[in-house]
């Protein structure tokens, strides 16, 4: 705004007056630098927020990420899997049917099993099975077959066996499914364990089994007169007897215990002919009885016909199948490996003693005689006796083994029964 003004000549001049305009305009600059700020602050406030969303976002997109990898591997993983227990699965089918050709072919000549030709390399089914025979004794033969399919691998174990050619040796073979098998009374006394390495097994007795000290017995026990079991006897597997004592709280079952009718077992009668006839082939007839005393004596043709009584001590070591007439007594340190026939000692007149701290591996056999045992030692294989069993020692160990009994200078011919054994594997 102007102000009118009178100058020294009278005349009237205009002057600038600085009032609530001019008060106004720097009021306007002043604001303008304030709106300025505030704009620049807004857009930074407005920066941090874009900044912290960018970063939650970037934040869910990683979790994102990452559990889709995870997902992504683990199926993988279970197309992994799937793929390698199919290729499993149809690896053991071709095994069991090179398994089942090789048995087909034994059957029709159980002497292949003597040669490799029969059992090539074969492809089947989009995979490829390898059957290898091993002779076991005579009669027995162990078939194994190697399956293969993509990238696995299975194996199927397999013995078969002549039956007709050994089924003269012994009658009633089903005897030969116990792991002990007593005709008379069995007394199991000391400290020591009974275990089976062929599954579920059976120890029987005619008459009165008892049981006391300490003892654990991994075996299915049965009597068909009676069993008496002492505090703190463990049984792995069922009792089973017409009549039955024990103290409940103080002895376990963990098949249970079953008060019922058991019928009698017969022992089997094993005919001793033709192990004289072969032992005498090999010029292994002891005459007078036959004592031991260190050493290690191998038989040859492996077995050893004794007329008389046979005493084996100190620790001598016998490689072969000891036939007595007599009664036979094993002490000291002595151990005695079965051959062929699978019998380790068997008595046919007389009984067993068994004192050794050693091993016996097959079978023990008493014809007639009853078994004494006062050591401990180990015994790996059968027993059937068929007078009593008195066992006493401590920390021995009796481990059944299934023996496969054959009749040594026996051949096979077409009209046997050839049949599987056992299914290892």
């Known amino acids: 705004m102007d102000e009118m003004v009178q100058s020294s000549a009278g005349r009237h001049v205009r002057r600038p007056v600085k009032g609530r305009a001019g008060i106004a305009n720097v009021g306007s600059d002043v604001f303008g630098v304030k709106e300025e700020v505030v704009m620049q602050t807004s857009h930074r406030s407005s920066n941090r927020r874009e900044g912290s969303a960018l970063f939650t976002v970037m934040l869910i997109v990683l979790v994102i990420a990452a559990l889709l990898g995870i997902t992504c591997k683990a199926s993988v993983q279970r197309v992994f899997t799937a793929r390698k227990l199919a290729d499993r699965v149809r690896a053991l089918s071709i095994a069991e049917a090179g398994a089942n050709k090789a048995y087909a072919i034994l059957q029709n000549d159980f002497n292949a099993r003597l040669d490799d030709t029969p059992f090539p390399l074969t492809s089947y089914a989009g995979g490829t099975y390898d059957v290898s025979v091993a002779t076991v004794g005579v009669f027995v033969a162990v078939v194994s077959s190697e399956g293969h399919y993509g990238t696995a691998d299975a194996q199927v174990v397999v013995d078969v066996k002549n039956y007709g050619a050994s089924s003269n040796a012994v009658q009633n073979s089903s005897a030969l499914n116990y792991s002990i098998l007593c005709g008379g ?12 390495s062929n599954g579920a097994a059976l120890l029987h007795s005619n008459g009165g089994l008892t049981i006391r000290g300490d003892a654990q017995v991994g075996l299915d026990i049965r009597s068909s007169t009676k069993i008496t079991l002492s505090n703190g006897v463990d049984i792995n597997g069922r009792v089973t007897s017409p009549t039955l004592s024990y103290n409940a709280s103080k002895v376990t079952s963990t098949g249970g215990f079953f008060q019922q009718a058991v019928p009698l077992v017969p022992i089997p009668d094993l005919d001793f002919t033709p192990f004289n006839a072969w032992a005498a082939s090999h010029g292994e007839v002891k005459n007078g009885g036959w004592s031991l005393s260190g050493g290690t004596y191998n038989a040859n043709g ?6 008389g009584d046979v005493q084996i001590s100190s620790s001598t070591i016998v490689n072969g199948s000891i036939f007595a007439t007599g009664s036979i007594k094993l002490a000291g340190s002595a151990v005695i490996n079965h051959g062929d026939s699978g019998i380790a000692i068997a008595a046919r007149d007389g009984n067993i003693d068994y004192q050794t701290s050693g091993a016996t591996y097959g079978m023990i ?13 180990r015994m790996e294989g059968q027993m059937i006796i068929k007078g009593n069993i008195n066992k006493g020692g401590a920390s021995d160990e009796m481990l059944y083994v299934k023996t496969i009994l054959t009749t040594p200078g026996v051949t096979s011919s077409a009209s046997d029964l050839i049949g599987v054994s056992a299914w290892q594997k």
């Open 185 to 196: 009374t069995f007394d199991f006394g000391g400290c020591g364990t009974i275990s089976s």
């Open 302 to 307: 492996g077995v050893i016909w004794v007329n």
């Open 365 to 377: 056999y008493a014809k007639t005689g009853s078994f004494t045992q006062t050591s401990n030692g």
